[in-house]
């Protein structure tokens, strides 16, 4: 898309004032209407139809996950990004659960605001780090529904993997026991040894069903 159409729901117009100035000055985004609360926000996205639909927490009348949640059912094709000042377990797990497709807290930096408008833009997922933990100890413990696709965007590889410890845990989750992966990257069977304990020891997991686990939720597959 040439321009990301985007509208605002937040109940503080200097909020909404500040972040409109903030994506307005980048090419390619444009705030094209704004809400001051959830219900304001469907009639507004129903009647603008925008790509991307910023949305706070707590607001009057319908709330920000409410929104989102009818924005789900309702089946309106147009991307969420809550965007709060909390970081509590429950408001994050009931924004994913709702079908946000991204979860920014306000303190964010200017630089990781545009990325994740872009990234959700684009059909991706944009949660970020300071909230990933939440979600990858849920989604451990399942209670946030398993997906093949990532549902965790970090700003980097929180892990700070190698080259090498990838290739490794792509083979690992293969199956491929050390003898396999010594073989396949022309290295020692002690090396693809000591990799596989370092990949393990980094991911900070005892055994494949955990690495699988948290693989998935860091988007590291």
Do not use: C, W
């Not at 929104?67 to 924004?95: C, F, N, P, W």
């Not at 090396?191 to 590291?220: C, D, I, P, Q, Y």
């Amino acid at each position: 898309m040439d321009i990301i159409n985007v509208v605002l729901a937040d109940d503080h117009v200097l909020v909404r004032d500040g972040i409109k100035a903030l994506l307005e000055d980048q090419s390619g985004i444009l705030v094209i209407d704004e809400a001051s609360n959830g219900k304001e926000a469907l009639e507004v996205i129903a009647r603008n139809k925008p790509h991307v639909l910023i949305i706070d927490i707590r607001m009057p009348e319908m709330n920000g996950i409410e929104a989102v949640r009818a924005i789900t059912k309702s089946g309106i094709e147009v991307k969420t990004l809550v965007l709060s000042m909390h970081d509590s377990e429950e408001y994050v797990l009931q924004a994913i659960q709702a079908g946000a497709d991204g979860y920014l807290l306000k303190g964010a930096s200017k630089e990781e605001f545009l990325k994740a408008v872009t990234k959700v833009a684009s059909g991706g997922k944009y949660f970020t780090g300071d909230v990933s933990a939440i979600i990858m100890n849920n989604f451990v413990n399942g209670n946030i529904k398993k997906t093949s696709k990532p549902i965790v965007e970090t700003k980097e590889d929180p892990f700070k993997l190698t080259k090498r410890e990838k290739q490794i845990l792509n083979l690992v989750l293969q199956l491929k026991n050390n003898k396999d992966i010594a073989e396949e990257l022309k290295i020692s069977k002690r090396t693809a040894e000591v990799h596989r304990f370092n990949l393990m020891k980094k991911l900070e997991v005892k055994n494949l069903m955990e690495l699988s686990n948290k693989a998935k939720a860091f988007g590291l597959v």
